[in-house]
């Protein structure tokens, strides 16, 4: 039977490599498949992986009928014998109600990735539609590392190093950039705590504070 599959993960779990794996897999046995994406780190109509891979995916914009796009595809006498959505997280809720149908109403498997929480520990829209229709929900098992080496389980947004909690849910950014905004994995105590790597850094470089006296 078809399926709706949402893989999830941190940053830096290997989801878009997984997602380009499954479309060399299928597509080397003969399958066409349809990729859609949104705000991909390389650029509109790109799904891309931190290892240097990429290939070109459909932009979904604001309003776009997910639906609608695949059975407009089908009509023209196009192809499709899966459908792949990268960056989930991004999609509105009604586009995730629009693969559902694609699963149910054409028989297409659907395999959606995508981060679950923004920086903030909160569900982003999408994420939450998915996890709420999905037929299977599952969790990437390449462990992402905070900077202490234990398991990353939320995603941060820097300025500058410094961790910030307000803003726009969705700045696109990437893992471990120098530049103004940027975006690190940490654990739940680093991420309570607010402590990057950058500033673990400068707290280890601080000076004693502690009054010394000579004896």
């Known amino acids: 039977m078809p399926e709706l599959v949402f893989f999830s993960g941190t940053m830096d779990c290997g989801k878009s490599t997984l997602a380009l794996q499954i479309e060399h ?9 349809m990729i859609f994406t949104r705000d991909d780190r390389a650029g509109e109509g790109k799904l891309s992986s931190r290892l ?7 932009e979904v914009e604001d309003g776009v009928d997910l639906y609608g796009y ?5 009509s023209r006498g196009g192809r499709a014998d899966y459908v792949i959505a990268d960056e989930a997280q991004f999609l509105a809720p009604d586009q995730i109600d629009q693969l559902a149908r694609v699963v149910d109403d054409l028989g297409l498997d659907v395999y959606a990735f995508g981060i679950t929480t923004d920086f903030r520990s909160k569900l982003f829209p999408g994420s939450q539609r998915l996890v709420e229709l999905a037929d299977r929900v599952e969790v990437l098992q390449v462990e992402a590392l905070c900077w202490c080496g234990a398991r990353a389980t939320h995603n941060a947004r820097t300025i500058g190093g410094e961790m910030v909690v307000e803003g726009a849910q969705v700045v696109v950014g990437d893992v471990n950039q120098a530049d103004a905004v940027g975006y690190e994995v940490l654990c739940r105590r680093h991420h309570r705590r607010r402590m990057t790597a950058a500033s673990a850094r400068a707290a280890a470089l601080s000076p004693d504070v502690l009054p010394v006296q000579s004896v």
């Open 25 to 33: 897999n299928r597509s080397a046995r003969g399958l066409a498949g």
């Open 70 to 74: 695949v059975v407009d595809h089908l």
């Open 52 to 58: 240097g891979l990429v290939t070109d995916a459909v």
